[in-house]
């Protein structure tokens, strides 16, 4: 009888740890899921109440925000990363697709009523709009 009961007490132990180790992979596999679901719901903590800001784009509704003398100033203070000098060359200035002479200084002429939008191309984008003497990137200024 002490054989048998020695038997039946070692195959409850197994029986019993398998069931822990079965218990702990549900808690982890819960917990992942948990974690999974409340990753998706979050909103981040910080609620977005108005429209985001691109980085290589100003428009009308942020130029009509302060009032600007120039399309230089309205660059320097909202978007400053895009007169940044990349190169030899310097930055190209278009307006409605025509290339400015003095490039980005004449942004000082451009007046920023009369600005629908200003956007930076990088050099490859603006190459592949402008052509290869935009190398150091544009400035493409569309008006209303």
């Known amino acids: 009888m002490k054989g048998?009961?020695?038997l039946n007490v070692d195959a409850i132990k197994r029986n019993w740890r398998?069931?822990?180790?079965s218990m702990k992979?549900?808690?982890i596999i819960a917990c992942v899921v948990v974690l999974f679901v409340m990753g998706c719901a979050g909103g981040g903590g910080v609620s977005d109440t108005g429209p985001r800001k691109?980085?290589?784009?100003?428009?009308?509704d942020e130029i009509a925000t302060k009032d600007f003398r120039n399309a230089h100033e309205?660059?320097?203070v909202l978007r400053p990363q895009m007169l940044r000098v990349r190169g030899s060359i310097g930055l190209a200035v278009f307006v409605n697709g025509i290339k400015m002479s003095n490039g980005v200084y004449?942004?000082?002429d451009i007046s920023p009523i009369s600005i629908g939008e200003i956007r930076f191309l990088n050099s490859f984008d603006a190459a592949a709009r402008f052509?290869?003497?935009?190398a150091d990137g544009a400035i493409s200024i569309t008006t209303k």
């Not at 398998?18 to 180790?21: A, C, G, N, Q, T």
């Not at 691109?54 to 009308?60: D, E, Y």
């Not at 052509?131 to 935009?134: K, Q």
């Open 4 to 6: 048998l009961y020695s």
């Open 18 to 21: 398998e069931r822990m180790r």
């Open 25 to 27: 992979r549900l808690q």
């Open 54 to 60: 691109q980085r290589n784009l100003i428009t009308q």
């Open 74 to 76: 309205v660059i320097q």
């Open 106 to 108: 004449s942004l000082y």
């Open 131 to 134: 052509g290869t003497d935009t």
